[in-house]
């Protein structure tokens, strides 16, 4: 199968669970368009950019003194991965820049639209 | 955590080594290839509740897919005693026997090869790798325990510098280079190895030194008389205690400077990776952050055919005059500048009255030239003189881009300062200057355009990049210094401005320093213009 017929396949799937319940559409489109970008590799290069601009603001930075001060707290041997994912998660989601939020998802946007029209 | 796993890991490795991580890595972390692509994207969710994301990881003794937030990896591990597991974002891998993730040098040195390898198949260059202190550093941090936290308001790289009888103009040239961010972490960290013994004389030692003298700490003014005598010595046509122009000095400077870096650099090891990708290109630190490459397309207008150059430069000096050089005629002038109708319009208008920004003076750098009748050009193709078209356009971009506003005028007749004001902005985005974005619009002639407008709009830089769509490249620079030229052609006087920390800014005059603010910067009349690439390339 070609990788073109293989990407319209996975528009049309999302497309055609349009009948069924809201929720479910939405779980099939996003599985859709997850496994488009995989399948196209482009999934890793979204992430590189959001990666790249997340240490260009600092963000990267932060979120390690963060972590430190979690381990700090609650002492190197008392603390796993979980707790440090529990605890930064939240802050880090806050200090993501809008305009690093803006650009990405400008971004995708025009992807899938390009895309999904061609 | 250490470096070598936990038991349970350990035991997995000594029984069936590291090649089951790198398969399960291979195929579902960084997929190296279409065919692993398409496996990940078909076949990666958690086998039991159906989801892609929530922390998917891989059972790593079994062909079972289970995510983490579910505890469906964890219910699996328990179940079946496959207590060893990896991530399938990052690859780590999961002990669920120890509850943690546990780290282990051989799988780590794995995963980075793979990770490299996936990335470039992409496209994606090099990736970041955050810096790690070697045994070196970290044994003389711990020797030297006393730490200086650099705050915001601290003067720390602030040093006025005494006027040794006109010599402004290498004060605010050293200013200029002394506040360039990458420079100064070149030189702040040692990275220039010069034997003394070999290399008297050597002026990168000196500015190493003048580096640490103006990080120290101390806040009196320096007194650049070595310098300046070794800038006599090696740039003779700067000796003397005249004026001098603050250019010509900056180059100088770089010409030295990357002379002495080549005499010393046989003793620099790492200099080889440079070397590899830039085979006609040194690798000194002077290349590496204020070279960059120009191309230069001569078309010939009988049979259409282009021969390409690409030259270094160091910096880009732009003419200010009204008119410019020859535009030949229009229909020329048109087709370079594709069916971007408002621009045009615009651009018309600024022919006859000359540039009144940075970006029309780069527009104009960048625009196909006619080279008229009485330049006929022997063209390769058609093996005949013939009339001509050259266009410049930035083939490769330095790290530092410097402009040189052409302010003083020197024909045969009349030399004269030209005092016209300039608008250039703190954020610049050379894409539109850039060969590949320049030939594009000529080719296709591409309505949608990018000009002044969209330098500092992110939106706007994605629909102008058009067809390399996720393109990562970045040309984005920050203005961090500033020269200004007062006074007449006989007798002027230089000072700088430049960038501390990120915005705070200050004026330089000899040994005096004063705060300023961007405004104050941005009104200036601006002789030299430097910028510093926001986004650095990993090499």
């Not at chain 2, 002394?178 to 034997?195: A, G």
């Not at chain 2, 319009?345 to 006859?352: L, P, R, V, Y």
Request: aromatic share 8%.
């Amino acid at each position: 199968m070609s990788r073109y017929s293989e990407r319209r396949k996975a528009i049309e799937a999302s497309l055609d669970h349009q009948n069924h319940d809201g929720k479910e559409k939405k779980v099939n489109s996003k599985r859709a368009v997850n496994q488009h970008l995989t399948i196209e590799g482009d999934k890793e290069k979204f992430k590189e950019l959001l990666r790249r601009r997340l240490i260009e603001c600092g963000w990267r930075d932060e979120l390690r003194v963060l972590c430190r001060d979690t381990i700090r707290e609650r002492g190197i041997h008392n603390v796993t991965v979980d707790e440090i994912v529990e605890d930064v998660t939240p802050k880090g989601r806050a200090l993501v820049p809008d305009t690093v939020k803006k650009e990405l998802l400008q971004k995708i946007r025009t992807y899938l639209h390009e895309k999904a029209f061609k | 955590m250490c470096d070598i796993g936990c038991p349970h890991l350990q035991e997995i490795k000594a029984s069936k080594g590291v090649e089951l991580y790198r398969i399960i890595f291979s195929s579902f972390v960084a997929a190296s290839n279409s065919v692993a692509r398409k496996r990940k994207a078909i076949h990666c969710y958690c086998f039991v509740c159906k989801s892609v994301d929530y922390r998917l990881h891989s059972c790593l003794n079994c062909v079972y897919f289970g995510c983490y937030n579910g505890h469906h990896i964890q219910d699996h591990a328990k179940h079946k005693k496959h207590y060893l597991a990896v991530e399938l974002s990052h690859g780590n891998v999961l002990c669920v026997a120890c509850g943690t993730y546990v780290y282990d040098d051989d799988l780590l040195n794995v995963a980075h090869e793979l990770m490299v390898r996936a990335g470039s198949r992409l496209g994606m260059g090099a990736l970041y790798r955050p810096w790690e202190p070697s045994t070196k550093v970290l044994e003389l941090l711990r020797k030297n325990p006393k730490r200086r936290k650099i705050v915001p308001g601290v003067a720390i790289g602030l040093r006025g510098l005494i006027n040794l009888g006109n010599t402004c103009f290498m004060n605010c040239i050293v200013q200029a280079l002394t506040h360039t961010p990458l420079l100064r972490d070149h030189f702040l960290t040692e990275e220039h190895v010069c034997r003394p013994e070999d290399q008297p004389g050597c002026l990168v030692c000196e500015v190493s030194t003048l580096f640490q003298e103006f990080y120290s700490g101390n806040k009196g003014p320096l007194t650049l008389h070595r310098l300046l005598h070794m800038i006599w010595t090696h740039a003779r046509h700067l000796a003397g205690y005249e004026q001098q122009d603050a250019h010509e000095f900056f180059i100088a400077t770089l010409d030295v400077l990357h002379r002495h870096c080549k005499a010393s650099a046989p003793a620099l090891p790492e200099n080889e990776n440079s070397q590899r990708d830039n085979p006609h290109q040194c690798s000194c630190i002077i290349d590496t952050i204020f070279t960059g490459g120009l191309q230069s397309d001569v078309v010939c207008q009988a049979c259409k055919g282009v021969s390409t150059t690409i030259d270094p430069f160091w910096d880009i000096s732009l003419d200010l005059g009204r008119g410019g050089n020859n535009i030949g005629d229009d229909s020329s002038f048109n087709t370079s500048m594709g069916s971007d109708l408002a621009l045009s319009g615009e651009q018309s208008k600024q022919t006859n009255s000359g540039p009144t920004t940075l970006i029309d003076c780069l527009e104009r750098f960048t625009r196909a030239e006619h080279l008229g009748s009485s330049a006929k050009i022997k063209c390769n193709n058609c093996q005949s003189y013939q009339e001509s078209t050259k266009q410049l356009t930035m083939k490769k971009l330095p790290v530092v881009a410097s402009f040189h506003l052409k302010r003083f005028e020197h024909s045969s007749r009349l030399h004269k300062k030209i005092s016209t004001y300039i608008s250039f902005p703190e954020q610049l985005d050379m894409t539109p200057f850039m060969s590949n974005h320049r030939n594009n619009r000529n080719l296709f002639n591409s309505g949608a355009s990018s000009s002044s407008s969209s330098s500092s709009d992110s939106a706007g830089e994605w629909n102008s990049s058009g067809s390399g769509s996720l393109s990562l490249t970045d040309n984005r620079y920050s203005l961090f210094a500033v020269i200004n030229h007062l006074g007449t052609l006989d007798a002027g006087h230089y000072t700088a401005y430049v960038r501390q920390q990120n915005n705070h800014w200050f004026k330089c005059d000899d040994h005096m320093i004063t705060k300023a603010n961007l405004q104050e910067v941005l009104d200036s009349e601006g002789y030299l213009l430097f910028y510093h690439k926001k986004l650095m390339e990993f090499q």
